[in-house]
Protein backbone atom coordinates (compact mmCIF):
# COMPACT_ATOMS: atom_id res chain seq x y z
CA UNK A 1 0.00 0.00 0.00
CA UNK A 2 1.52 3.49 -1.43
CA UNK A 3 -0.69 5.50 1.23
CA UNK A 4 -2.26 7.12 -2.22
CA UNK A 5 -5.88 6.75 -2.50
CA UNK A 6 -7.86 7.20 -5.65
CA UNK A 7 -11.60 7.10 -5.96
CA UNK A 8 -13.73 5.36 -7.79
CA UNK A 9 -11.83 2.50 -8.40
CA UNK A 10 -14.42 2.07 -11.56
CA UNK A 11 -16.34 4.18 -13.55
CA UNK A 12 -18.35 3.58 -16.29
CA UNK A 13 -20.06 6.66 -18.22
CA UNK A 14 -21.23 6.86 -21.44
CA UNK A 15 -19.65 9.55 -24.73
CA UNK A 16 -20.24 13.05 -24.01
CA UNK A 17 -20.40 12.94 -20.63
CA UNK A 18 -17.96 14.51 -17.91
CA UNK A 19 -16.91 13.08 -14.56
CA UNK A 20 -14.62 13.63 -11.97
CA UNK A 21 -11.89 11.20 -10.53
CA UNK A 22 -10.27 11.92 -7.02
CA UNK A 23 -7.18 11.42 -5.43
CA UNK A 24 -5.55 11.79 -1.70
CA UNK A 25 -2.00 12.03 -1.52
CA UNK A 26 0.38 10.26 0.74
CA UNK A 27 0.41 12.10 4.42
CA UNK A 28 2.64 15.25 4.08
CA UNK A 29 2.93 14.74 0.54
CA UNK A 30 2.67 18.34 -1.30
CA UNK A 31 3.27 17.45 -5.25
CA UNK A 32 0.42 15.21 -6.75
CA UNK A 33 0.75 14.26 -10.24
CA UNK A 34 -1.41 12.30 -12.73
CA UNK A 35 -1.09 9.95 -15.47
CA UNK A 36 -3.03 8.37 -18.11
CA UNK A 37 -2.39 4.95 -19.44
CA UNK A 38 -3.99 3.25 -22.31
CA UNK A 39 -3.63 0.13 -24.00
CA UNK A 40 -1.79 1.72 -26.67
CA UNK A 41 0.16 4.26 -25.43
CA UNK A 42 1.78 3.42 -22.39
CA UNK A 43 1.74 5.62 -19.29
CA UNK A 44 1.30 9.86 -19.77
CA UNK A 45 2.07 12.14 -17.63
CA UNK A 46 -0.69 14.53 -17.70
CA UNK A 47 -0.30 17.30 -15.14
CA UNK A 48 1.75 18.27 -11.57
CA UNK A 49 0.26 20.22 -8.75
CA UNK A 50 2.33 21.38 -5.70
CA UNK A 51 0.82 22.83 -2.87
CA UNK A 52 -2.57 24.02 -4.90
CA UNK A 53 -0.34 25.29 -7.82
CA UNK A 54 -0.38 23.76 -10.90
CA UNK A 55 3.70 22.68 -11.48
CA UNK A 56 4.01 21.49 -14.91
CA UNK A 57 2.01 20.03 -18.00
CA UNK A 58 2.05 16.61 -20.42
CA UNK A 59 0.01 15.56 -23.10
CA UNK A 60 -3.19 16.89 -21.31
CA UNK A 61 -6.29 17.84 -23.39
CA UNK A 62 -8.27 20.57 -23.00
CA UNK A 63 -11.30 18.77 -22.15
CA UNK A 64 -9.31 17.57 -18.98
CA UNK A 65 -8.76 20.05 -16.39
CA UNK A 66 -7.15 19.81 -12.57
CA UNK A 67 -7.34 20.89 -9.91
CA UNK A 68 -5.57 20.33 -5.88
CA UNK A 69 -7.58 21.58 -3.17
CA UNK A 70 -5.98 23.46 0.33
CA UNK A 71 -6.29 19.91 1.68
CA UNK A 72 -3.89 18.61 -1.01
CA UNK A 73 -6.41 16.38 -2.39
CA UNK A 74 -6.56 16.91 -6.35
CA UNK A 75 -9.11 16.35 -8.85
CA UNK A 76 -8.97 15.65 -12.30
CA UNK A 77 -11.98 16.72 -14.41
CA UNK A 78 -12.77 14.83 -17.53
CA UNK A 79 -15.24 16.63 -20.00
CA UNK A 80 -16.63 15.65 -23.46
CA UNK A 81 -15.76 12.26 -23.23
CA UNK A 82 -14.83 10.38 -26.21
CA UNK A 83 -13.92 6.74 -26.76
CA UNK A 84 -10.44 7.43 -26.73
CA UNK A 85 -10.57 8.55 -23.51
CA UNK A 86 -11.35 5.05 -21.72
CA UNK A 87 -7.94 3.99 -20.07
CA UNK A 88 -6.61 3.76 -15.99
CA UNK A 89 -6.35 7.05 -14.89
CA UNK A 90 -3.40 7.41 -11.80
CA UNK A 91 -2.11 9.56 -9.47
CA UNK A 92 1.15 9.97 -7.39
CA UNK A 93 2.36 12.21 -5.19
CA UNK A 94 5.61 13.10 -3.90
CA UNK A 95 6.68 15.31 -0.65
CA UNK A 96 8.06 17.94 -3.48
CA UNK A 97 10.29 19.69 -1.52
CA UNK A 98 12.81 17.92 -2.92
CA UNK A 99 15.25 16.07 -1.45
CA UNK A 100 16.74 12.08 -1.82
CA UNK A 101 14.04 9.99 -0.72
CA UNK A 102 11.56 12.89 -3.09
CA UNK A 103 10.15 9.86 -5.54
CA UNK A 104 6.75 9.22 -6.90
CA UNK A 105 4.29 6.71 -5.10
CA UNK A 106 1.57 5.78 -6.88
CA UNK A 107 -2.47 5.20 -6.62
CA UNK A 108 -4.21 1.94 -7.78
CA UNK A 109 -5.44 3.73 -10.54
CA UNK A 110 -8.99 4.36 -11.86
CA UNK A 111 -10.50 2.42 -14.56
CA UNK A 112 -12.62 4.74 -16.52
CA UNK A 113 -14.64 2.80 -19.59
CA UNK A 114 -16.55 5.05 -21.77
CA UNK A 115 -19.49 3.91 -23.88
CA UNK B 1 10.17 10.75 -25.79
CA UNK B 2 11.13 8.36 -23.01
CA UNK B 3 14.99 9.26 -22.25
CA UNK B 4 16.00 5.57 -21.83
CA UNK B 5 16.36 2.25 -23.87
CA UNK B 6 15.30 -1.27 -22.47
CA UNK B 7 14.93 -4.97 -24.23
CA UNK B 8 10.69 -5.47 -24.31
CA UNK B 9 11.24 -8.82 -22.52
CA UNK B 10 13.20 -11.08 -20.54
CA UNK B 11 12.81 -14.30 -18.94
CA UNK B 12 14.33 -15.18 -15.51
CA UNK B 13 14.02 -18.80 -13.91
CA UNK B 14 12.56 -18.87 -10.77
CA UNK B 15 15.14 -18.41 -7.80
CA UNK B 16 18.10 -17.09 -10.41
CA UNK B 17 19.52 -13.22 -10.50
CA UNK B 18 16.73 -11.08 -12.27
CA UNK B 19 19.37 -8.44 -14.04
CA UNK B 20 17.43 -5.62 -16.00
CA UNK B 21 19.37 -3.50 -18.49
CA UNK B 22 18.94 0.04 -19.24
CA UNK B 23 20.81 2.37 -21.60
CA UNK B 24 20.17 6.49 -20.67
CA UNK B 25 23.14 7.97 -22.93
CA UNK B 26 21.94 11.39 -22.73
CA UNK B 27 21.32 11.63 -18.81
CA UNK B 28 22.20 15.06 -17.62
CA UNK B 29 24.20 15.47 -14.22
CA UNK B 30 21.41 16.17 -12.15
CA UNK B 31 19.74 13.28 -13.38
CA UNK B 32 18.58 10.58 -11.25
CA UNK B 33 17.73 6.99 -12.60
CA UNK B 34 14.57 5.89 -10.71
CA UNK B 35 13.14 2.20 -11.55
CA UNK B 36 9.73 1.41 -10.97
CA UNK B 37 7.26 -1.66 -12.00
CA UNK B 38 3.77 -2.40 -12.87
CA UNK B 39 2.10 -5.94 -11.99
CA UNK B 40 -1.00 -6.35 -14.14
CA UNK B 41 -3.09 -3.14 -14.11
CA UNK B 42 -1.94 -2.21 -10.47
CA UNK B 43 -0.32 1.30 -10.32
CA UNK B 44 3.75 1.41 -10.64
CA UNK B 45 5.48 0.56 -7.40
CA UNK B 46 8.88 2.02 -6.80
CA UNK B 47 11.98 0.19 -6.40
CA UNK B 48 15.04 1.99 -6.38
CA UNK B 49 16.94 5.20 -7.80
CA UNK B 50 20.60 6.45 -7.56
CA UNK B 51 22.80 8.80 -8.95
CA UNK B 52 26.08 7.99 -9.60
CA UNK B 53 26.99 5.28 -6.64
CA UNK B 54 25.45 1.83 -6.86
CA UNK B 55 22.54 1.64 -4.03
CA UNK B 56 20.31 -1.86 -2.73
CA UNK B 57 17.40 -1.53 -0.48
CA UNK B 58 15.51 -4.41 0.84
CA UNK B 59 13.87 -4.98 -3.11
CA UNK B 60 16.88 -4.94 -5.67
CA UNK B 61 20.40 -3.36 -6.63
CA UNK B 62 20.99 -0.57 -8.69
CA UNK B 63 24.32 -0.70 -10.74
CA UNK B 64 25.27 2.75 -12.33
CA UNK B 65 28.36 2.14 -14.64
CA UNK B 66 30.47 5.26 -14.31
CA UNK B 67 29.85 7.27 -17.16
CA UNK B 68 26.26 6.89 -16.38
CA UNK B 69 25.00 5.96 -19.36
CA UNK B 70 23.66 2.65 -18.33
CA UNK B 71 22.38 0.43 -15.39
CA UNK B 72 21.50 -2.51 -14.76
CA UNK B 73 18.34 -3.47 -12.02
CA UNK B 74 19.27 -6.91 -9.83
CA UNK B 75 16.86 -8.77 -8.46
CA UNK B 76 18.67 -11.11 -6.31
CA UNK B 77 16.32 -14.27 -6.17
CA UNK B 78 13.65 -13.45 -8.12
CA UNK B 79 10.06 -15.27 -7.44
CA UNK B 80 6.81 -15.35 -9.19
CA UNK B 81 5.59 -12.38 -8.03
CA UNK B 82 8.30 -10.27 -9.34
CA UNK B 83 6.78 -11.02 -12.80
CA UNK B 84 5.68 -7.19 -14.08
CA UNK B 85 6.94 -4.77 -16.37
CA UNK B 86 9.96 -2.66 -15.30
CA UNK B 87 10.34 0.95 -16.02
CA UNK B 88 13.45 2.73 -15.86
CA UNK B 89 13.06 6.41 -15.77
CA UNK B 90 15.69 9.41 -15.52
CA UNK B 91 14.81 12.47 -14.03
CA UNK B 92 15.50 14.98 -11.50
CA UNK B 93 15.68 15.86 -7.91
CA UNK B 94 12.54 18.05 -7.93
CA UNK B 95 9.37 18.19 -9.67
CA UNK B 96 9.87 15.53 -11.62
CA UNK B 97 8.27 14.63 -14.95
CA UNK B 98 8.76 11.20 -15.41
CA UNK B 99 8.84 9.91 -18.84
CA UNK B 100 7.46 6.28 -19.13
CA UNK B 101 8.75 3.74 -21.91
CA UNK B 102 7.06 0.77 -22.93
CA UNK B 103 9.54 -0.58 -20.30
CA UNK B 104 10.76 -4.19 -19.99
CA UNK B 105 7.98 -7.03 -19.69
CA UNK B 106 9.90 -9.50 -16.86
CA UNK B 107 8.50 -12.97 -16.77
CA UNK B 108 9.33 -15.22 -14.20
CA UNK B 109 9.18 -19.13 -14.47
CA UNK B 110 9.02 -22.17 -12.69
Known amino acids: DSGVTQTPKHLITATGQRVTLRCSPRSGDLSVYWYQQSLDQGLQFLIQ???????AKGNILERFSAQQFPDLHSELNLSSLELGDSALYFC??????????????FGPGTRLTVL | DAKTTQPPSMDCAEGRAANLPCNHSTISGNEYVYWYRQIHSQGPQYIIH???NNETNEMASLIITEDRKSSTLILPHATLRDTAVYYC???????????FGPGTRLSVLP
Open chain 2, 89 to 99: IVGTRYGQNFV
Open chain 1, 49 to 55: YYNGEER
Open chain 2, 50 to 52: GLK
Open chain 1, 92 to 105: ASTAGGGGRTDTQY
